[in-house]
């Protein structure tokens, strides 16, 4: 039985209709000019989100051997959106600047889903360059909770750096907040750093069972799959700590092997 069924997800979210379009989409932003200088931002930017749709759906419908072919690209998409020359040049209502873009522009769902797919594909240096975006101007950005924009933060300075040291502020942001989801994942990335395998399948267990009651509950496709928690075991995994994912959980990690 296909994901989707498991989920009691609607056969209609994956009609070919709604895949051609996507893929169509992908085709338009690659090869056609944004017929206004303001939509530039959301050409690139859609490059991801629909190429990352895509990987879920045929993840969803048990097509694993499709998702290579649109998750590889979107690295480059990625580091186009993130720290292209269209950001120095290009007007976004009305301002140019990255200073403007980080405190403006949505950056978390197209970092996540592309550290997400990088980590499924063992692209750890992709993942690398791609975190050497969020800053603190990101915490500017007019959405989300700080306790969310932090922990990305967090995460992508330990990508780039294999350290919490310059973290301090972010980390402090997600201790003293309201949020237990972040508590959650940033336990979990203290036992990674400590190489710590019986204290990650313990925290990692906690956060599975939030995921579960809090995030799984969430009608969009994603989120039917452990974004958070297959980014933290493969990166367990990657620092070559043995690791098992808890079987009980087990349909909601992402892996193609």
Known sequence: MPL????GLDSQVFTKERFRNAQERILTSLNITPPHIDLVSDYKSG????????CFCYYMIDEKDRIEHYARPMFDYALDYFFGEWRDTTPRDGKIGEEFLKRGELWIRYFRES??????????????????YPDELCMEADFESKERKAWYIVLAIYLREMSLDNAVKFIDFIENGKKKREKLLLNILKTIIA???DGFAKTFKVYMKHYKSHEFTQRSVPEKLAIDGTIMFNLAKHKGIDVTFPKEYIDHYIFLD
Do not use: R
């Not at 550290?115 to 050497?132: N, T």
């Open 4 to 7: 989707y069924e498991k989920f």
């Open 47 to 54: 490059l991801i989100f629909d190429s990352s749709w895509l």
């Open 115 to 132: 550290i997400l797919w990088a980590g499924v594909l063992g692209q750890w240096d992709k993942a690398k360059e791609i975190s050497k």
């Open 195 to 197: 190489e710590d395998a």
